[in-house]
Each structure stands twice: as structure tokens, then as C-alpha cells.
């Protein structure tokens, strides 16, 4: 079992920045890979980033590449997602995953989730 706990959400400016953050717990922080997903009012939850158990490669949306930045800390068990030049198109509910059955690779299926943080991006 994995549990994971997002914070840092919050109201920003457009052209702000915000940086989100999980913490997970329950399982070796290390051996499993983390992604973050989003889901705005009315839309289907979509991919925004992810990242390998190591830390060495990373996956990002196209809509968010070269804006955000994904990151994890092996110390603190806690994944994040540096968020700048925010657009009010990036207003959503913004949603950590864990994905424990793929060797610490992602796959895009992950089968852990958390709560959720709401991002606003006011115009």
C-alpha cells in the first residue's frame, strides 16, 4: 500500500508560479515511479508529468513542457511539480500517482492515488 498526501496548491496570477508537492509513505519511496495527473471543471483527468524511480527520466505533457518541472527527493519521500508561466488553462485539481507495478519505470497506469489540490490561475 501507498498513500500519498498532495499540498501547495493555491490561487496565483497568470504568468505565476506555484509548486505542488506529495508526500508519499507506506512502500520504499525509491523503487516505485510518481506522476502527476490534473482534471479541470467539466474535463476528463489528464497526464501533466512524470518521473522514474531514479529520478533520471522525466515525461511531461506537451502543454506544460518547458513551463513545468517534475522532481522527486528521495530523502523526504516526496515528489513535486515547479510550476511557472502558470495560464488560467492550467486551473484544475492537480493529482499525485504512484505507479508500484513497473519495476520504478512509468507506464502511464499508475495504481496509487492521492486526494488531489486545487490550482486556480486567475486572469
Known amino acids: 500500500q501507498v498513500q500519498l498526501v498532495e499540498s501547495g496548491g493555491g490561487l496565483v496570477q497568470t504568468g505565476g508560479s506555484l509548486r505542488v508537492s506529495c508526500a508519499a509513505s507506506g512502500r520504499t519511496f525509491s523503487s516505485y515511479a510518481m506522476g502527476w495527473f490534473r482534471q479541470a471543471p467539466g474535463k476528463e483527468r489528464e497526464f501533466v508529468s512524470a518521473?522514474?524511480?531514479?529520478?533520471?527520466?522525466?515525461y511531461y505533457t506537451d502543454a506544460v513542457k518547458g513551463r513545468f518541472t517534475i522532481s522527486r527527493d528521495t530523502a523526504k519521500n516526496t515528489v513535486y511539480l515547479q510550476m511557472n508561466s502558470l495560464k488560467p488553462e492550467d486551473t484544475a485539481v492537480y493529482y499525485c500517482a504512484a505507479d508500484t507495478r513497473h519495476l520504478g519505470g512509468w507506464s502511464g497506469q499508475p495504481d496509487y492515488w492521492g486526494q488531489g489540490t486545487q490550482v486556480t490561475v486567475s486572469s
Open positions: 518521473i522514474n524511480w531514479s529520478g533520471t527520466r522525466s
